[in-house]
C-alpha cells in the first residue's frame, strides 16, 4: 500500500502532454519540492509522454497514455505506460543521441534526460505490446 497514488490515462494526442506535466506536477506538490524539483519531474514526464506519442503510438491520436503515480515518504515514483508498437532493443534506445525515427529531427536524447532528471529509471518493453517508463525522484525530508 502507497502513501498516496494516481492514475490518469488519456488519448496520444500532443496537446495532452502538457496536460500531463502539469496533472503529475500538481500531484506530486504534496511534497513541498523546490521549484527546481518540480521542473525536473515536469521535463522527465513530458519526455516519457512524448515518447510514448511519437514512438510507441507513431502519432496515432487514438492511443491511450496512462500515468500512475505514486508516493511513499518521501519517495516518488511515476509510471508512463503505453500500448503501443514497443521498443525492440531497450538498451539501444537508451543509447545518448539514438533515435529510431531520424527524419523528425528528434535528439535522440529522450531517454538520457528522464534519467538526468529523476534518481532512477527503468523502462520495459516488448515489442507490439508497449512500453512502460518507471522513474523515481527522492525529495528532501518534509519534516
Known amino acids: 500500500m502507497h502513501d498516496n497514488s494516481m492514475k490518469i490515462e488519456f488519448l496520444s494526442r500532443s496537446e495532452n502532454e502538457s496536460f500531463a506535466r502539469v496533472a503529475v506536477s500538481a500531484f506530486v506538490s504534496q511534497l513541498d519540492p523546490t521549484i527546481e524539483e518540480i521542473t525536473d519531474v515536469k521535463t522527465a514526464v513530458s519526455e516519457a509522454v512524448t515518447?510514448?506519442?511519437?514512438?510507441?503510438?507513431?502519432?496515432?491520436?487514438?492511443?491511450?497514455?496512462?500515468?500512475?503515480?505514486?508516493?511513499?515518504?518521501?519517495?516518488?515514483?511515476?509510471?508512463?505506460?503505453?500500448?503501443?508498437r514497443g521498443i525492440e532493443d531497450v538498451e539501444l534506445a537508451m543509447q545518448p543521441?539514438?533515435?529510431?525515427?531520424?527524419?523528425?529531427?528528434?535528439?535522440?536524447?529522450?531517454?538520457?534526460?528522464?534519467?538526468s532528471f529523476m534518481d532512477s529509471l527503468k523502462v520495459e518493453s516488448s515489442r507490439k505490446e508497449g512500453t512502460k517508463i518507471i522513474m523515481k525522484k527522492t525529495f528532501k525530508s518534509l519534516n
Open 51 to 84: 515518447n510514448a506519442i511519437i514512438h510507441g503510438y507513431d502519432n496515432d491520436k487514438d492511443g491511450i497514455v496512462k500515468i500512475e503515480a505514486y508516493i511513499d515518504k518521501n519517495e516518488f515514483t511515476v509510471i508512463v505506460i503505453d500500448k503501443g
Open 97 to 115: 543521441l539514438y533515435t529510431s525515427r531520424p527524419d523528425l529531427e528528434r535528439s535522440g536524447m529522450g531517454f538520457t534526460v528522464m534519467e
